[in-house]
């Protein structure tokens, strides 16, 4: 083998290097940091939660904005607004409580388990009911490790990391 093939080989490694990361970032290998959270799942949220989105509807929640992950962090600080209908219990309920994913509507749209066992004090009838499924929305749900993660990293404080 001449030194030209030699380096065509060793080219084709690192790009096989390469491709392998990025799959792994974004194929599923949700890290229980925000950022992670948001470039492998929550980015797609945008499609119906930011300004001008193709499929937000009169009745999209108006508070959450996916468009970029630093509007998506400073949004899911604030509560719900915006809600009508089955859902508008849920109107100022926070997106995420700090240290607490088992109150956290964030999980709670995509998590069933923690939807049925959801509890607010402070607005109980923001329950299962009232709670919509955002992965069926979403048409993809997200993957087990993505919950866990989500769940870590509310449990961890939420930093926006
Ligand atoms: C196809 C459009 C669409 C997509 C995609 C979507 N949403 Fe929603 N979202 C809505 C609508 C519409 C509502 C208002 C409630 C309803 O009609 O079910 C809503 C409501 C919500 C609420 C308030 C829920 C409640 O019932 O109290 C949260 C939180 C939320 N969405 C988060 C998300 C997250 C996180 C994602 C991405 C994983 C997402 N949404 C993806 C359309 C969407």
């Not at 509560?79 to 926070?94: D, F, K, M, S």
């Amino acid at each position: 083998m001449n030194r030209s093939n030699l380096n065509y080989l060793a080219l084709g490694a690192v790009a096989m290097l390469a491709g392998c990361t990025t799959t792994a970032a974004s194929s599923g290998d949700p890290q229980p940091h925000f950022s992670s959270l948001y470039s492998t799942y929550l980015a797609n949220c945008a499609q119906c939660h930011a300004p001008g989105a193709v499929g937000a509807t009169s009745t999209t929640e108006k508070s959450l904005d996916f468009a970029t992950q630093a509007a998506a962090y400073t949004s899911l600080s604030g509560t719900a607004t915006g809600l009508t209908g089955n859902q508008q219990a849920c109107n100022g309920v926070a997106f995420v409580v700090k240290d607490k994913p088992a109150s956290s509507l964030l999980l709670a749209v995509l998590d069933s388990a923690t939807r049925t066992a959801i509890d607010l004090t402070a607005t109980p009838n923001c329950d299962h009911n009232a709670i919509s499924d955002m992965a069926l929305k979403m048409g993809t749900p997200p993957s087990a490790a993505f919950l866990t993660a989500l769940n870590t990293w509310i449990a961890n404080g939420a930093p926006n990391d």
